[in-house]
């Protein structure tokens, strides 16, 4: 389920910069050759640290939608 935003003071539904700290566990899997292919990425947990509207630049304002609302 993703998370939608809207900005009370400007209206935008559509543009935002969202700042997320994820802590993932994944398989590495090294060819021969040495080059990385990344595998089945877990996110053990996701923090949202902070949205700004895009438009304004208010994040004071940014509000997540209800999932009835994000549809």
Do not use: K
Not at 38 to 60: I, K, N, Y
Not at 66 to 71: I, T
């Amino acid at each position: 389920m993703r998370t939608r935003y809207r900005c009370a003071a400007c209206g935008n539904l559509t543009r935002f910069d969202v700042t997320v700290t994820r802590r993932t566990r994944a398989f590495h899997h090294y060819s021969i050759g040495g080059e990385l292919n990344v595998e089945d990425t877990e996110v053990l947990s996701e923090v949202v640290e902070e949205v700004a509207c895009r438009w304004c630049g208010s994040g004071a304002h940014v509000e997540a939608l209800e999932d009835a609302d994000a549809g």
